[in-house]
């Protein structure tokens, strides 16, 4: 017996020995993968998720880790092929594919992009594309997920429920919409599309056609931001941003709806990767009868956006937006007439062409052409109704017109204008850490064709450049400066500033999070319209000598966090002053003016000054919550305390000294409830908005817009493979309201639709 005991110590340890030898040299054959990963400014980005997936072994666990505080990481691996894919929270995901040896070490070192599209990311705030903390403007971000939770179709639709918004509109589809943001003018607000202007010259912008057709995000920028700009950006900024594709095998979506009013839309999406070519384009239809007589509207929608990475860091892309509209115009039906015939037909095109490119670990360059084009005709061939008065120079010539001794139904064959911006822009910036400057110089034509000024082509040549700077001395402060010299073909050369800080004043989790302090100060500028410029016509003529309207204006706020971010607050007081407003003094025997007569003008006769100075002041307060998991509630409410200061050619009684501006409410705001359980979700909206000074400008002397308060459900049910049903109910109580006086707005509006969406994957 006791061979056998001394031999079985030497047994196990044999048997131990070969086991530790086996894997020491799996071990050995074992691939080592590690390297930085970085942001723009070369600085190391920490919790990047990595993740390795065998390749054509679907059933396999894949490897995972996560990146340290410098950016650093490292992963042991089995040799063979990997997918390897990298995500973080508002930065661009990765994804390579490589093939590892046994016994292989690899470097790999990533720079990683923020992502333009995502809701922690603003891109129209600053130069350079920077997390929102960090911004220092009042921003609201829209998502595409709000977009579909609200089922929004307009892009209107969506911003009647940001804060500091009032939403100008001449009838319920079709009719011209425009944008008030904290006050100012609906042509102080700069609107872009993936960075192109589609302002007229002057700032006016009808958004009565554009839909929300292949857009992912929507920024909402307040105050004067033409120090990057230029001009139009006097009381803010909308920007809105094309879908890009993102997956190996495409996405498809295809819709179809109908409802109220003889409506229907219809349209489709199509989205993906094809190697280092991304590609997403979008159709769509849309028609409604209207709820009165000659109120029909038609709408086309196409968008593309198309991109190609040379490399990382070297990309090309390209964007398309075009819309076109027919609107049956029926005019102020609640106080006169409707108009039978007039119409209003909108061609909208604005292209991008941008190529971003890096030289260097800290420059980053880019180098764009844009350019949007602009299409209006107007007409009333046929007569509905006409005044008695012979003085009003409106004699009957239709026999089936309505006689009226109050209006008159004025008759054209159709007026044309068109419009054209483009521009060639260069910038670069050198970024590091704590430090980025930016340098950017612009070059713009604007061209217009205005039949009813005749005469003939009209151009503008201005130019602009521009420095911003961005600095963060501690790590919880980010101060921001610049400044644009403006050179435009009309007024000459302007100088604008704009100054800001972000200071988190509080770290912080549990119940009491974090806290956020913002202070903005930013000079705007907007040039005058083509017509106020150049008029013909010697009893109206234009100024040539006109100065360009100017801001200036500052806000401050505090955003809370609370209950573990659950809950976020966000409020802002602003304060904006606007100067040399252009008005009109109108003349006449009956009414004496300092504009002397001009032969051949005996009844009526004037011309355009810069002479008014207005205010706007007031606070936006937002409320962002999350109750349970399945259910989200949002809240704002804007005060808006405008008023006319000066205004000695007040056309109008609504527009003199001591009044609240045109169209926009004091009071407004709006509370969602989003509930989303398992396949079935449900937003139910209300906005309410309180009285507007406002008028018929028919000399009636009606010059308040009553307040009203509107309520809006959207639901939708996903049947799975891909295939859902929803509906959505809009003025849900059918309320009589104006947004103008006069013009009635949608009643209740039913609709119900069916969606394929296949969402792609790689």
């Not at 159709?283 to 009868?289: C, I, K, L, N, Q």
């Not at 009893?539 to 360009?548: Q, V």
Request: hydrophobic share 35%; with cysteine.
């Amino acid at each position: 017996m006791k061979p056998t005991i001394r031999r079985f110590p030497f047994l196990v340890f044999l048997f131990l020995a070969s086991v530790l030898s086996l894997r020491a040299q799996s071990d050995s054959s074992r691939a080592h993968l590690s390297g930085t990963l970085v942001d723009s400014s070369g600085a190391g980005v920490p919790g990047v998720h990595i993740t390795a997936h065998p390749d054509n072994s679907p059933n396999t666990a894949p490897l995972t880790t996560s990146s340290a505080n410098d950016g650093s990481y490292s992963l042991d691996l089995p040799p063979g092929r990997y997918h390897f894919h990298f995500t973080r929270e508002s930065f661009v995901p990765r994804d390579l594919i490589l093939d590892l040896s046994p016994a292989q070490s690899r470097k790999l070192d990533l720079h990683l992009e923020l992502e333009r599209l995502a809701a922690s990311v603003v891109v129209t705030a600053q130069a350079e594309p920077a997390l929102k903390q960090e911004t220092s403007a009042s921003v609201t971000v829209i998502t595409r997920d709000e977009i579909e939770k609200r089922q929004a179709v307009s892009l209107t639709d969506v911003l009647i429920y940001t804060p500091g918004v009032s939403i100008d509109r001449t009838g319920p589809e079709g009719g011209f919409a425009g944008v008030f943001l904290n006050g100012g003018n609906s042509y102080q607000t700069k609107v872009l599309v993936d960075g192109t202007a589609v302002n007229l010259p002057g700032g006016t912008f009808d958004f009565s056609n554009f839909t929300l057709d292949n857009i992912d995000k929507v920024e909402v920028v307040r105050g004067a931001e033409s120090a990057l700009y230029g001009t139009d950006a006097v009381s803010g900024v909308i920007q809105a941003f094309t879908h890009r594709g993102e997956t190996h095998v495409p996405a498809i979506s295809l819709f179809t709806e109908g409802g109220s009013f003889s409506t229907v839309r219809g349209g489709a999406q199509l989205s993906g990767l094809l190697g280092s070519f991304d590609y997403s384009g979008a159709a769509s239809y849309f028609t409604s009868d209207g709820q009165g007589p000659n109120d029909s509207f038609r709408n086309r929608t196409i968008s593309g956006n198309f991109g190609y990475a040379f490399s990382e860091t070297n990309r090309l892309r390209l964007s398309l937006r075009n819309n076109t509209s027919e609107a049956g115009i029926p005019g102020q039906t609640l106080l006169t007439p409707p108009s039978l015939h007039q119409v209003n037909d909108l061609h909208d095109f604005s292209s991008n062409l941008r190529w971003d490119f890096t030289s260097g670990a800290h420059w980053h360059h880019q180098l764009s052409g844009a350019e949007s084009y602009h299409h209006v005709f107007t007409a009333n061939p046929i007569q509905s109704f006409f005044a008695t008065d012979p003085f009003a120079g409106c004699p009957q010539t239709n026999p089936a017109a309505v006689p009226t001794a109050e209006f008159c139904d004025f008759t054209s064959p159709g007026a044309k204008s068109e419009y054209n911006r483009a521009s060639v822009n260069a910038q670069t910036s050198y970024i590091l850490r704590k430090f980025s400057a930016t340098a950017g110089y612009q070059y713009e034509i604007e061209n217009a064709d205005i039949s009813f000024l005749g005469i003939g082509h009209l151009r503008r040549n201005n130019q602009g450049g521009y420095l911003d700077f961005r600095y963060l001395p501690l790590s919880r402060l980010s101060l921001d400066f610049g400044a644009r010299a403006e050179a435009n073909g009309t007024f000459g050369t302007r100088v604008v500033p704009r100054v800001g800080a972000s200071l988190i004043l509080r770290y912080g989790s549990g119940f009491w999070g974090g806290t956020r302090y913002r202070f903005f100060y930013g000079q705007g500028i907007v040039e005058p319209r083509f017509d106020q410029n150049a008029g013909s016509s010697p009893c109206f003529p234009g100024n040539p000598e006109l100065k360009p309207e100017s801001s200036k204006t500052w806000n401050t706020g505090l955003e809370q966090k609370l209950a573990n971010d659950r809950v976020k607050i966000s409020a802002d007081y602003f304060s904006s002053r606007f100067y040399n407003i252009i008005s009109f003094t109108s003349c006449s025997p009956f009414s004496p003016c300092t504009v002397p007569q001009p032969l051949g003008c005996p009844a009526f006769w004037g011309n355009f000054f810069n002479t008014d100075l207005a205010r706007a002041r007031g606070t936006n307060i937002a409320l962002e919550a999350r109750l349970v998991h399945w259910l989200m509630l949002a809240g704002n409410y804007s005060y808006d305390d405008t008023r006319v200061l000066v205004s000695p050619n007040a056309f109008d009684p609504a527009e003199i000294a001591g009044n609240h501006l045109l169209r926009r409410s004091a009071h407004s705001g709006s509370l969602t409830l989003n509930s989303s359980f398992r396949q079935f979700t449900v937003t139910i909206a209300s906005y309410f908005s309180g009285q507007r000074t406002d008028s018929d400008f028919l000399f009636l002397g009606q010059t308040r817009n009553p307040g009203y308060a509107r309520f809006d459900v959207a639901s939708s049910y996903n049947f799975g493979r891909g295939i859902s049903l929803y509906a959505r109910a809009t003025n849900v109580l059918d309320k009589q309201y104006q947004d103008a006086i006069g013009f009635p707005a949608l009643g209740r509006d039913v609709r119900v639709g069916v969606n394929y969406r296949f969402a792609g994957k790689n």
